[in-house]
């Protein structure tokens, strides 16, 4: 049986994938720096807000004994450094 496309509307599609009331998400940059890998491993962390965003960023910090700093941005701008994090070369 083929399908009618002309019963959906794109009213009811979007409603029931979006929930409206729910906060919007922001996308955060997450660099690890872990003492076995001479570069830092890259993250994206979608978070509500920057308070959320750090809470996360000390969380991944302290996730293994191997990491030894974490570095929060957002759009290439630096919002926080937790740990060591040795300052990145720009080319």
């Known amino acids: ?3 009618n ?3 959906v509307s794109a009213t009811s599609l ?3 994938f979006l929930n409206v009331d729910a906060p ?3 996308t955060f940059e997450v660099f690890i720096y872990d003492d076995r890998y001479s570069v830092p491993t890259l993250h994206l962390l979608s978070a509500t807000d920057e308070a959320e965003a750090r809470e996360e960023a000390a969380t991944l910090l302290n996730a293994s004994a191997h ?3 974490v ?3 957002r759009n290439d701008r ?3 450094r937790l740990g060591t994090c040795p ?4 080319f």
Do not use: A
Request: a neutral charge; proline letters at 4%; aromatic letters at 4%.
């Open 71 to 73: 570095e929060l941005c």
């Open 67 to 69: 990491h030894v700093g």
């Open 14 to 16: 979007t409603t029931s």
């Open 1 to 3: 049986m083929p399908c």
């Open 78 to 80: 630096r919002i926080v």
């Open 24 to 26: 919007q998400r922001i």
């Open 87 to 90: 300052e990145r070369r720009v």
């Open 5 to 7: 496309y002309e019963d």
